[in-house]
């Protein structure tokens, strides 16, 4: 039975659905939502904080600030609470309101920014008014999650470990990036494990990361409009590249299964069972990783008018086409 006494304490990591039911392929899915902040972003934000107060650079009294799509926004929000810091969320319009809500509730304060800079997009404007506040006031301390060393190492340390010690025959490992923590982290300890491991990078259609064209990106957590400074190409073994409107069709699948998952966790479904058709071979053992829940995203991807408006009225009729297929059989049996 955990006890804790500071939020950061309790970690679910050893959750997996076999989406073999769901999917039609061998694919086990990492559930990272199950913890207090709601999302995998607790790591990374947990090692963050500590290497900062190890290195006196944290002290009482700082302020933190970051800019955030969300999720790392609650985890340090949920952190800061906890341990007395002040906390200062820079985001973007993409954000959804209740994670907005969400960091308010714990105590932070939030900037949403909704004026893209010209090149770099929302995250560079996101990342020039973070810039311009730490040049303002000595009290802020900006961890800067896409070039801070710990939010890799936090992978290394414990996602990739946990995923070797639950599948020790593991063969392929699907990993969505955004800073490209979890990815650099796991494909890290995977190129140093004693098993070949490939280890496959998910990206959505219209992020720069792996050198395409920028385009619209409205799902938050995956994609940058920057190169992530954490990004070594050279540890991956292949990227595959999703388009939203798959995303979404994906997470509603698994919605129709009774899984509320974020849109992020549709986006490495849709590339994982895509390559998993293309070149799986029945007896791979294959994991990907979900890095949070559904019910931040029931404004945007679970909302009609949301998807409709963004990707057309037919976006989910092959979803809707699955459920009238499981309908016929379960009238049948
Ligand atoms: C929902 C969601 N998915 C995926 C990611 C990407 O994780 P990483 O930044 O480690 O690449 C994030 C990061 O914030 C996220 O919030």
């Known amino acids: 039975m955990p006890v804790i006494s500071v939020p950061q304490a309790f970690n679910e990591d050893d959750l997996y659905v076999d ?7 061998s694919l086990y899915l990492k559930c990272e939502g199950f913890n207090f902040a709601g999302s995998i972003k607790l790591k990374a934000a947990a090692e963050m904080v500590e290497a900062a107060e190890r290195d006196g650079v944290l002290t009482p009294g700082s302020i933190l600030i970051e ?49 893209p800079d010209p090149f770099g997009g929302l995250l560079k404007a996101r990342i020039d008014y973070v810039r311009a506040m730490c ?15 710990g939010n890799w190492r936090s992978h290394f340390r414990t996602t990739a470990p946990a995923i070797a010690r639950d599948f020790p025959t593991l063969d392929v490992l699907f990993v969505g990036a955004g800073t490209t923590g979890t990815l650099m982290g796991c494909a ?16 959505s259609v219209g992020s720069v990361t792996f050198g395409g064209p920028p385009s619209r990106r409205m799902i938050p957590g995956l994609g940058s409009g920057v190169r992530p400074p954490l990004l070594d190409e050279s540890c991956v073994d292949e990227v595959v590249l999703v388009e939203e409107a798959d995303t979404i069709r994906a997470c509603h699948r698994l919605a129709r299964r009774g899984f509320l998952f974020g849109g992020s966790t549709g986006t490495v479904v849709s590339g994982a069972t895509a390559w998993l058709a293309e070149h799986g071979d029945p007896d791979l053992t294959a994991v990907t990783i979900a890095p949070d829940l559904g019910e931040r995203y029931l404004d945007t991807v679970y909302q009609t008018n949301w998807l409709e ?14 459920d009238r297929s499981l309908d016929r059989v379960s009238r049948a049996a």
């Open 309 to 322: 408006d963004l990707y057309g009225k037919d976006v989910l009729q092959s979803v809707r086409a699955g």
């Open 19 to 25: 989406l073999r039911a769901i999917f039609g392929h």
């Open 188 to 203: 890290r300890f995977f190129r140093q494990w004693r098993r070949r491991v490939r280890v496959i990078a998910v990206d």
């Open 67 to 115: 800019s955030s799509s969300g999720n790392l926004g609650v985890a340090l929000s949920m952190i800061a609470a906890s341990k007395g810091y002040g906390f200062l969320c820079v985001t973007d319009s993409r954000c959804n309101l209740s994670t907005r809500r969400l960091m308010e509730a714990l105590g932070s304060d939030v900037q949403v920014i909704t004026q």
């Open 135 to 149: 040049a303002g006031d000595s009290r802020f301390v900006w961890l800067n999650q896409y070039s801070n060393e």
